[in-house]
């Protein structure tokens, strides 16, 4: 199992990843960990497009995107990402994401794909937070989370319905550098 930057050639793989992942979400009494249900009419080419213009975005352009995966010998178990903002005067900020299917949970790839993440924005001179949600009752997570300096910012409640539930969002910011 590696971890790797996605690749433009990943899109297809990736999205046939992020669905099967989705599908654990709060399925066979699982935690409910993603807002959107309606994943199953998302539509592979137009999905592919739209994630690869944001992959090749520097940096410096508001929308930008990098990727990378949990890679067990060409199939994907697992994903992170750190999105620009989608307007300039925030690009000295972005956001964390992190999923990785069931199988390969618990066995320390969470942390892994963060260390990598970091290591990453900490030679991006533009990027001085990185900001995070995630749901309140994912203790695993924030926890996570906290050992990596996070802190808790706010929360917002009842912010999504998912499945006839209330979910409670965390936010959570790390200042990576100083002015």
């Avoid at 793989?13 to 959107?36: D, N, Q, V």
């Avoid at 997570?141 to 409670?168: C, K, P």
Wanted: hydrophobic share 40%; proline share 4%.
């Amino acid at each position: 199992m590696i971890i790797r930057p996605a690749q433009m050639s990943d899109a297809p793989a990736y999205l046939t990843h992020m669905k099967k992942h989705m599908r654990e979400s709060g399925g066979e009494g699982r935690p409910i960990f993603h807002p959107i249900e309606d994943f199953e009419s998302w539509k592979l080419p137009e999905l592919v497009e739209k994630v690869s213009e944001a992959w090749a975005k520097p940096v410096t352009e508001a929308g930008w995107e990098r990727k990378w995966l949990l890679d067990d010998s060409g199939l994907i178990l697992g994903d992170a990402h750190l999105r620009g903002p989608k307007i300039a005067t925030a690009l000295h900020r972005c956001e964390l994401g992190l999923g990785i299917q069931e199988s390969a949970r618990g066995l320390g790839h969470g942390s892994d794909l963060i260390d990598t993440m970091l290591s990453w924005a900490q030679t991006q001179d533009s990027i001085f937070w990185i900001d995070l949600h995630v749901f309140a009752h994912n203790k695993r997570a924030i926890e996570l989370y906290e050992s990596f300096g996070f802190q808790t910012y706010g929360m917002t409640m009842d912010l999504y319905r998912v499945h006839g539930h209330s979910i409670d969002d965390v936010h959570m910011s790390l200042q990576i550098r100083e002015e």
